[in-house]
Structure formats: C-alpha cells, structure tokens
C-alpha cells in the first residue's frame, strides 16, 4: 500500500487494466445485474423445488434434476438426448460462468422446444466446428437472456396485481386474490404457450406477500417521517475517518486518472532539448507558455519506450528561455543546421497560462494573516461577552434582564430609602400606566440619576423599579463604553437606545455614570478625551431623541454627582436628582430586617436589629449585608445550628477593623504601651461629656495594621451636626492615647501618628470651613483649590497655621488635665486591659462606675445591662502556634 501511495501511476495501470477487463468480458445478453440474474435463477429454483413436491431443490446442472425435467419436457426423449449432448458439448467450450445462463436456456428449451436456430446442430454427427459452437454459446446466452427478460416483465406484472389487490382488499383476502390474479395470468400465458398449468407456488406466493409485507413497513416510516410515499431517503454519514479515507482514495483515484505534472515530465536545458530530443527527432510540438517556458511534447513512441526514476512514460519536458525571439531564433538556426525542410519544422504554440497553483499561494500569508485576526478578534470578543469579535464591538454591552425570569427584586426587598423609593415608585406608575399623566397634560420624566456613597442600594433601587413595573430591564456600566477603538462608545450608546426602543416600555439602568458623563469642561486637562465627550454627548442625543410617548426610563446611579456635566442634568434629559445617603439608625434596622430574613437565629429580631443598628453608624446598605452574611459564615464556621448576637458582633468588628492579627504577638513592653493607649482614649470617651462614650476597646492586632483597638458609639445616636464643644472634646479624646504614654511612660511611641492625622483635620476644618476660629468666617475647600496656587495670601495661610496649633494644643491642654487628674483610673484600666485584652462597657462600669452623663434612651436599651457584655475573642488553643521564634513578633510599631 505504501509504494501504492507514492507511486500513483501504478494504480493508474491497474485501474486502466481494470477497466480494459470490464470491457472485454461485457456480453450482450449479461447487461442484466448479477445480483438481479441471480435473484431470477433463484426463484426459478425455487418453482422447480415447489412443483416437484417433495425435497430440496436441484441445483440445475445437476444430473439427477434432469430426469425430473424429463417429466415436464415437451421435447421428444431423442430431441432431449439431442439438446443434453449439446449443452454438454456447450459448457466445455464456455466459461464456468456462463453454464448457469447455458442451463436455464436447456429449461426453456425443454418446455418451449427446441429453438430452430440450434436443430441443424443438434442432430448433426459430425462435431461441430469451434466457430459454429461460439456461435451457438452466444445464442444461446441471449436465448436465456430473452426468457430471463420476459420473466422479469411478468414478475412486475405480477407485483402490479398484488398491489391492486392491497389496495381494494383487506390484509386477510390479499392470498386468495393474488392466487387468482396470478391463476388468471400465468393461465393466460400458459394457454399462449400452448403449456398447462403449472402447480400452485406457495413458495413464490410466499416471497411476494414477504415483500409486500416490507414495502409496507417502509411506507409507514416514510408517512411517520413526513416524506412523500415514493421519496428516496439518501443517509450520508460522515465520520471523520470515513471522510479521510474518502478524501485520500478520491486524490489517488484523481492522480491515477490525471497524473501530475511533476511526474511524468521533467526540466531539462536547451542543450539537452537540441542533443537527447531535437536532434533524435522525438519532439512532436513546442508550447511557449507565458513567455518564459517551453513545453517539449514527445513523440508517442518515445513516450512508451521512456520513462523516468519512478518508472512513469515520460510524456514531456520543460526548459526555461530567456526570452522567445531568442528561442526562436535558435530553434530555427537548430533546425537549419539539422536540415528540416520549412514544410516538417516542429510546431510551436504560445499559451498564455494563470498558474493558479502559485498565484494562490502567493495570497496564503495574507489570507493567513486574516485568518489570524479574525480568530484572536473572536476571543477577544468571547473574553468579553461574546459580541461576535471585532465585527461586534459597536454592540451594546448592556445585559438584558428578563422581569418575568430574571427580576426578583421588588421595593419591600429596598429597605431605609422611603423618600427615593416615593421618588422612583412615580417612575413605576408611568411605566404602567402612562395615560393617566398624558390626559393631564404632564409631560413624562426621562430618567433619574440616583447618587449617593457606594454600597446604598442605588443598583439595587433601579432593578425593584423594573421588577415592580414588570418591564425589561437593560444594565450596563459606564466603563463598558470605554473602549481603546474609536467611534466605539458612541456606537454602543446608540445600539443600547436602538435596543431599548425595540422593546418599549422598558428601564436603562447606566451604572457608573460618571465613567463618561464627566463634565466636559473639567477634562480638558492635557488634551481632553475627544471619546469619552462623543459619548456623552451621543447619551444627550439619545435622551432627546425619545418622543414622549416612548416609555423608556433612563437611571443612573453614580458616586460623584458632583462631577456630573451639567448637560446630563438638566430638565428633560435626567430629570430627577434622587440622593440616596447612608441609612440613618432606623434605616439600617429596616435593612437589617430583610436580611435577617434568610439567617436562621432565634434571638428576639426586635432587639437583635435594634441593636446591630445601633452598632453599625455609618454602615451602609452593602455593609450590613455582608455583615449579617459574614455573622452566618462564623456560626458555620464554628458548626453552630444557628447564628446569634455573638456571631453578629463578631462579624460587625470584622468589617470594621479587619481581622484579628494573632500571629502578630507584641512584647511586653509594647503590649503595656498599647494599654496605656488605649487606656488614655476610653478614660477621655468616658468623662468628657461630649466625646463618644466607649463600647469595647481591645489590644488584639488587627488586620488594618492597628495595634489596639477601640469603638466607640455616640451617646445620642447618629449626629450629623458637631458643635464646637462636641469638636473639642473629639479631638482631646483623640489625643488621649499620646498624652496617657507621656503621663505613664518616660518616652513615647509612633503609635498616635493616625490620632494626629485626625486632629490636624478637624482643627483645620474648624479654622477653614466651620468658621470656628478666630479668623472668622472664610472657606476653603483643599480638594477644589490648585496643589500649586492656594486660594489665600501668605498672611492668611500663615494665619490659618497659627490657629490649627493653637485649637490643637488646647485640646491637648483639655486632655492632658483630665487624664492628670485621672492618673489612677487609666492605670486601672490599662492593667485590666492587659490581663484580659478586651474590656466592654460593662467593665468600665464595674472600674470606674457608670459614665456620669445621661445618655439617649435608645443607647442605653441596647447597651445598658441587658445583653451589653462585649465578647472576647475565643482564646487561642495554642500559644505556642501564635508566639514567634522568640517569642514576639518582629513587626514594627507602625
Ligand atoms: N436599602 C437597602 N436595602 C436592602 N439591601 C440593600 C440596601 N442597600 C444596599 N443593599 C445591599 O447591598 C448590595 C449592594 O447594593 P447596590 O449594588 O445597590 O449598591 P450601589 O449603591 O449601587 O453601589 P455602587 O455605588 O458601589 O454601585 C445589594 O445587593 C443589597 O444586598
């Protein structure tokens, strides 16, 4: 098979052989397909078996059926003697194969009589000659051929009646009236023969209802498949190695058949053109071919006797000319010299040839290079979305969520917003019912922007809005407009309107607006960003672009409404500014309330959300969501079956402070520093009247790199006004940590540059913003000013200086006075600390007795008493794992 394979003209011989074969052995008579002349000599078969009645049928050339023959001969026992000695005489000149055709001619011969064709041979005495026998083998062939034929015509009769029949008569009646039509028949035939009837042919009658039978079944396939009834049904399986192999028998079918170039010709030079070929006289034509080469045809004769390595003929050479005057020339001179006469030169041609082969090769880097592209653009485009590559990068990113499937959220899911959620629930009556603000003339809002701090549930806010109104809802990000191609986000802006019109009513929710609906004015800084304004300004145009009575809502949610272009805002684009701030005290217990929902706990959900309220100050929607998750994720940690206040309060430190570091081990010494720190902040929180009382302190290491910790709440609840006095007492509070190291300690640590921080910041913002110095009423903003040119003279700024120092060192004074006076307390307190590292509410009170200002109601229910015990953390299972080396952590005080 191998040497098949690289050699191609090698199967070209065996196929020609082949076919040469085919040729010779077709015989007139033998067009009938074997299989259907072997089907016929079948059946005949199978009649001679059901006649003769008893025993397994004869094969025909066999002996002892000849005497059964005899008995439905119409010949004389001369005439049968006659025609046996000439059949015999027959098959020992033809092939093997052609006795079974030699046979069925002797049958019918034997019921029709002999044919006159073959009489004068078969009395003669002396043996015929070979030519005379050949003849009559060829008779006879087509003589059995010719019955074979009326036999098949009379099968198809027979097939028609019993289709007639299936179709007037039921299954039942179908035997008896085919035994009739095919009586009436065959009788019919037979009185033409002048033969009686032959017996009935159950085995025959047998086949055909057989056959009926499978047509049948096919039929009804067929009507299940839905094809016509004579539909033919062509299956073409194509596995992969079937059409390998398909492949490559088809190449070496196409090879044999036109065998390439290279193969039977090869290149040579002018001078071995003229010497081996020219000058022998072997050249039959000459072709030009694109002016460059020359075909050199070859004699046929030459092209039997010759062959190249591989053993093909070679049929003709090539060579290369400079060009074709000069060819020209030389043939001639070459022609000349050999003595051609004009009238017997060599022909030349001239084709002009594309070689396509080469040409499209030529294009195979670049269509490879395309190729290339096209499949990285492909999974570029896949990575980020699967819009179709780079042909789809002008498609809107937006994701469209489906109301019905998709949206969940409903506004009971929205908790401590009520103002946004009247705000927006307008939105939701329009998209529902948006005659009732037609017939009053109202024209109908556009969209709203929705702002306030990150994690508040603005996102959360624009999905209830469309899971209430039971509208499409598209979302997409600001950022996804930002794309590195130009021409791309302003392309995306208008599929997503072009999308959203398609199915009105709908909701646009552009989270992140700020992304691109930056104000134009304020970025022009180095340039500009040309993209980013063609954005914005095609969002402009699509908002115009809606007429009135398309319902599509566009929200926007943003962290930085501030530095939203004014155009976004103005009325009949973003209609509605909906600030959304961080939930108050009884917001955040709503919030709590629907997370808690899905938290199994038994605590008493009243007081459990009341007081993780009042915990939380400032957290924000997001927050207490992953608070009241982490608080699940700790009680499964410790394989509880439900959660409870510990787990919360845990969980709240955690999202506060980080985790705690218990790998990072202090000296002792450092340790003491902490405690006296630490102990300086609570000792001020508790006797300053103003400062925020303290609710657990701790000198566990945390993960945001504190050394000790401590939380406070405000006395009164949430504030959101400090006075001067409120100010003053913080930042002394503050301070209470570095004047408490001075007291108690010779020297002082790194450890208050955070509380400094803090100070400096409040002090300036008293002198600069809250007019709360003596330098009166002035503002100004640090983040508005330029880094390089301030807002204020040197005079001033020297000023504002002198102001924060002295606001600065009297609130150290204030600090420093009380932590003096309560020398004693701190100690207290410090060296508790730093036997059990956490200390609650509970123990100040126990230490210093309870703090000596009233507090709000709502403070003192949750944490007064009932329930107000701080938990320690879980003690550590082995000290040795948590010690380092040495047994302290080589960390630096930060
Ligand atoms: N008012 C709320 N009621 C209930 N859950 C809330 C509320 N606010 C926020 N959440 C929770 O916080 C998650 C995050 O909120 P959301 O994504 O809406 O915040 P956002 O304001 O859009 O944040 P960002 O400005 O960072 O995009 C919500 O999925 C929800 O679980």
């Given at each position: 098979m191998?040497?098949?394979?690289?050699?191609?003209?090698?199967?070209?011989?065996?196929?020609?052989?082949?076919?040469?074969?085919?040729?010779?052995?077709?015989?007139?008579?033998?067009?009938?397909?074997p299989?259907?002349?072997?089907?016929?000599?079948?059946?005949?078969?199978l009649?001679?078996?059901?006649?003769?009645?008893?025993?397994?049928?004869?094969?025909?050339?066999?002996?002892?059926?000849?005497?059964?023959?005899?008995?439905?001969?119409?010949?004389?026992?001369?005439?049968?003697?006659?025609?046996?000695?000439?059949?015999?005489?027959?098959?020992q000149?033809?092939?093997?194969?052609?006795?079974?055709?030699?046979?069925?001619?002797?049958k019918?011969?034997?019921?029709?009589?002999?044919?006159?064709?073959?009489?004068?041979?078969?009395?003669?005495?002396?043996?015929?000659?070979?030519?005379?026998?050949?003849?009559?083998?060829?008779?006879?062939l087509?003589?059995?051929?010719?019955?074979?034929?009326?036999?098949?015509?009379?099968?198809?009769?027979?097939?028609?009646?019993?289709?007639?029949?299936?179709?007037?008569?039921?299954?039942?009646?179908?035997?008896?009236?085919?035994?009739?039509?095919?009586?009436?028949?065959?009788?019919?035939?037979?009185?033409?023969?002048?033969?009686?009837?032959?017996?009935?042919?159950?085995?025959?009658?047998?086949?055909?209802?057989?056959?009926?039978?499978?047509?049948?079944?096919?039929?009804?396939?067929?009507?299940?498949?839905?094809?016509?009834?004579?539909?033919?049904?062509?299956?073409?399986?194509?596995?992969?190695?079937?059409?390998?192999?398909?492949?490559?028998?088809?190449?070496?079918?196409?090879?044999?058949?036109?065998?390439?170039?290279?193969?039977?010709?090869?290149?040579?030079?002018?001078?071995?053109?003229?010497a081996?070929?020219?000058?022998?006289?072997?050249?039959?034509?000459?072709?030009?071919?694109?002016?460059?080469?020359v075909?050199?045809?070859?004699?046929?004769?030459?092209?039997?006797?010759?062959?190249?390595?591989?053993?093909?003929?070679?049929?003709h050479?090539?060579?290369?000319?400079?060009?074709?005057?000069?060819?020209e020339?030389?043939?001639?001179?070459?022609?000349?010299?050999?003595?051609?006469?004009?009238?017997?030169?060599?022909?030349?041609?001239?084709?002009?040839?594309?070689?396509?082969?080469?040409?499209?090769?030529?294009?195979?880097p670049?269509l490879?290079?395309?190729?290339?592209?096209?499949?990285?653009?492909?999974?570029?485009?896949?990575?980020?979305?699967?819009?179709?590559?780079?042909?789809?990068?002008?498609?809107?990113?937006?994701?469209?969520?489906?109301?019905?499937?998709?949206?969940k959220?409903?506004?009971?899911?929205?908790?401590?917003?009520?103002?946004?959620?009247?705000?927006?629930?307008?939105?939701?009556?329009?998209?529902?019912q948006?005659?009732?603000?037609?017939?009053?003339?109202?024209k109908?809002?556009?969209?709203a922007?929705?702002?306030?701090?990150?994690?508040?549930?603005?996102t959360?806010?624009?999905?209830?809005?469309?899971?209430?109104?039971?509208?499409?809802?598209?979302?997409?990000?600001?950022?996804?407009?930002?794309?590195?191609?130009?021409?791309v986000?302003?392309?995306?802006?208008?599929?997503?309107?072009?999308n959203?019109?398609?199915?009105?009513?709908?909701?646009?929710?552009?989270?992140?607006?700020?992304?691109?609906?930056?104000?134009?004015?304020?970025?022009?800084?180095?340039?500009?960003?040309?993209?980013?304004?063609?954005?914005?300004?095609?969002?402009?145009?699509?908002?115009?672009?809606?007429?009135?009575?398309?319902?599509?809502?566009?929200?926007?949610?943003?962290?930085?409404?501030?530095?939203?272009?004014?155009?976004?805002?103005?009325?009949?684009?973003?209609?509605?500014?909906?600030?959304?701030?961080?939930?108050?005290?009884?917001g955040?217990?709503?919030?709590?309330?629907?997370?808690?929902?899905?938290?199994?706990?038994?605590?008493?959900?009243?007081?459990?959300?009341?007081?993780?309220?009042?915990?939380?100050?400032?957290?924000?929607?997001?927050?207490?969501?992953?608070?009241?998750?982490?608080?699940?994720?700790?009680?499964?940690?410790?394989?509880?079956?439900?959660?409870?206040?510990?787990?919360?309060?845990?969980?709240?430190?955690?999202?506060?402070?980080?985790?705690?570091?218990?790998?990072?081990?202090?000296?002792?010494?450092?340790?003491?520093?902490?405690?006296?720190?630490?102990?300086?902040?609570?000792?001020?929180?508790?006797?300053?009247?103003?400062?925020?009382?303290?609710?657990?302190?701790?000198?566990?290491?945390?993960g945001?790199?504190?050394?000790?910790?401590?939380?406070?709440?405000?006395?009164?609840?949430?504030?959101?006004?400090?006075?001067?006095?409120?100010?003053?007492?913080?930042m002394?509070?503050?301070?209470?940590?570095?004047?408490?190291?001075?007291?108690?300690?010779?020297?002082?640590?790194?450890?208050?540059?955070?509380?400094?921080?803090?100070?400096?910041?409040?002090?300036?913002?008293?002198?600069?913003?809250?007019?709360?110095?003596?330098?009166?009423?002035?503002?100004?903003?640090?983040?508005?000013?330029?880094?390089?040119?301030?807002?204020?003279?040197?005079?001033?700024?020297?000023?504002?200086?002198?102001?924060?120092?002295?606001?600065?060192?009297?609130?150290?004074?204030?600090?420093?006075?009380?932590?003096k006076?309560?020398?004693?307390?701190?100690?207290?307190v410090?060296?508790?600390?730093?036997?059990?590292?956490?200390?609650?509410?509970?123990?100040?009170?126990?230490?210093?007795?309870?703090?000596?200002?009233?507090?709000?109601?709502?403070?003192?229910?949750y944490?007064?008493?009932?329930?107000?015990?701080?938990?320690?953390?879980p003690?550590?299972?082995?000290?040795?794992?948590?010690?380092?080396?040495?047994?302290r952590?080589?960390?630096p005080?930060?």
């Amino acid at each position: 098979m191998a040497t098949l394979l690289r050699r191609p003209g090698n199967l070209a011989r065996i196929s020609r052989r082949a076919t040469l074969s085919i040729t010779r052995s077709a015989f007139g008579p033998a067009r009938t397909a074997p299989s259907s002349l072997a089907s016929i000599i079948a059946s005949q078969r199978l009649r001679t078996y059901a006649t003769s009645g008893s025993g397994p049928p004869k094969p025909p050339n066999d002996n002892s059926g000849a005497s059964q023959d005899q008995e439905r001969s119409v010949l004389s026992p001369q005439e049968q003697k006659d025609l046996d000695a000439f059949v015999k005489r027959l098959e020992q000149i033809a092939p093997e194969s052609q006795h079974e055709m030699i046979q069925e001619a002797r049958k019918q011969m034997m019921r029709q009589g002999i044919a006159d064709e073959i009489k004068p041979y078969l009395s003669r005495d002396q043996p015929a000659s070979l030519m005379d026998h050949m003849r009559m083998v060829r008779f006879v062939l087509k003589f059995a051929s010719e019955q074979i034929d009326k036999e098949l015509e009379r099968d198809g009769h027979i097939t028609r009646a019993q289709k007639d029949v299936d179709s007037t008569k039921k299954t039942g009646d179908d035997a008896e009236a085919l035994n009739n039509k095919n009586k009436g028949e065959e009788q019919s035939q037979k009185k033409q023969n002048g033969e009686e009837e032959p017996p009935r042919k159950d085995e025959e009658e047998e086949r055909i209802r057989e056959e009926l039978r499978k047509k049948k079944e096919q039929e009804q396939k067929r009507k299940q498949q839905g094809l016509p009834p004579n539909a033919r049904v062509f299956k073409l399986k194509l596995d992969p190695t079937s059409f390998f192999i398909t492949a490559l028998v088809a190449y070496y079918i196409y090879r044999s058949f036109f065998p390439s170039e290279s193969a039977s010709s090869r290149e040579i030079t002018w001078e071995e053109f003229r010497a081996n070929y020219l000058n022998k006289g072997l050249v039959e034509r000459l072709t030009v071919l694109n002016q460059s080469r020359v075909r050199v045809d070859l004699r046929r004769e030459v092209t039997d006797q010759t062959s190249d390595s591989s053993g093909q003929p070679v049929s003709h050479v090539y060579f290369t000319i400079g060009s074709v005057d000069g060819f020209e020339r030389k043939l001639e001179d070459a022609q000349e010299a050999l003595g051609i006469p004009l009238n017997e030169r060599i022909p030349v041609a001239f084709v002009e040839e594309v070689p396509w082969g080469s040409a499209l090769l030529s294009f195979a880097p670049t269509l490879l290079i395309f190729a290339s592209i096209f499949w990285l653009s492909r999974r570029a485009g896949g990575g980020a979305g699967g819009q179709g590559g780079i042909f789809g990068i002008g498609k809107s990113r937006a994701k469209r969520f489906n109301h019905e499937t998709d949206i969940k959220v409903k506004f009971s899911d929205v908790a401590g917003m009520d103002e946004a959620k009247v705000e927006i629930m307008e939105f939701v009556s329009f998209l529902q019912q948006p005659e009732r603000f037609q017939k009053l003339g109202a024209k109908l809002p556009r969209g709203a922007i929705l702002s306030g701090p990150p994690g508040t549930g603005k996102t959360l806010l624009a999905k209830a809005t469309a899971g209430e109104s039971g509208v499409p809802f598209f979302s997409v990000s600001g950022s996804e407009f930002v794309e590195m191609f130009v021409g791309v986000g302003p392309s995306r802006v208008r599929d997503l309107f072009a999308n959203a019109r398609k199915n009105t009513p709908c909701i646009i929710f552009i989270d992140e607006i700020d992304a691109i609906g930056k104000s134009r004015a304020k970025s022009n800084y180095g340039g500009g960003n040309d993209e980013r304004e063609s954005t914005l300004n095609q969002i402009l145009t699509e908002m115009d672009g809606f007429n009135t009575s398309e319902q599509v809502v566009v929200l926007a949610g943003t962290n930085r409404a501030d530095v939203l272009d004014k155009a976004l805002m103005r009325p009949g684009r973003f209609d509605r500014h909906i600030t959304i701030d961080a939930p108050t005290i009884d917001g955040r217990k709503q919030i709590f309330r629907v997370h808690l929902k899905k938290i199994v706990t038994d605590e008493d959900l009243d007081y459990l959300e009341g007081r993780l309220s009042a915990l939380t100050p400032g957290f924000a929607g997001a927050d207490i969501a992953n608070c009241v998750n982490e608080a699940a994720l700790v009680a499964a940690r410790e394989n509880a079956d439900k959660v409870v206040m510990r787990h919360f309060e845990q969980a709240i430190e955690r999202v506060i402070a980080g985790l705690e570091k218990k790998s990072l081990v202090l000296s002792p010494e450092e340790k003491r520093v902490v405690a006296y720190h630490e102990a300086g902040h609570a000792i001020c929180g508790w006797y300053f009247k103003w400062a925020d009382p303290l609710l657990k302190v701790s000198i566990i290491p945390r993960g945001s790199g504190a050394l000790g910790y401590a939380q406070y709440l405000p006395a009164n609840g949430d504030t959101y006004l400090l006075n001067t006095r409120q100010i003053m007492d913080r930042m002394a509070m503050t301070l209470g940590g570095r004047v408490s190291e001075e007291i108690h300690f010779d020297t002082v640590s790194s450890g208050a540059s955070d509380d400094f921080n803090k100070v400096t910041q409040l002090a300036t913002a008293m002198v600069t913003k809250y007019g709360m110095s003596k330098l009166g009423f002035i503002y100004y903003d640090e983040s508005t000013t330029q880094q390089y040119t301030k807002p204020f003279s040197e005079e001033t700024g020297r000023n504002i200086d002198i102001e924060v120092r002295r606001i600065i060192n009297d609130a150290y004074k204030q600090c420093s006075d009380l932590l003096k006076e309560k020398k004693k307390e701190v100690g207290l307190v410090a060296e508790e600390l730093l036997s059990k590292e956490v200390l609650s509410r509970d123990d100040m009170v126990r230490l210093l007795g309870p703090r000596p200002f009233t507090e709000s109601n709502e403070f003192s229910k949750y944490f007064n008493n009932r329930d107000g015990t701080v938990i320690a953390p879980p003690a550590s299972e082995d000290p040795e794992a948590t010690s380092g080396k040495d047994g302290r952590d080589q960390t630096p005080i930060p």
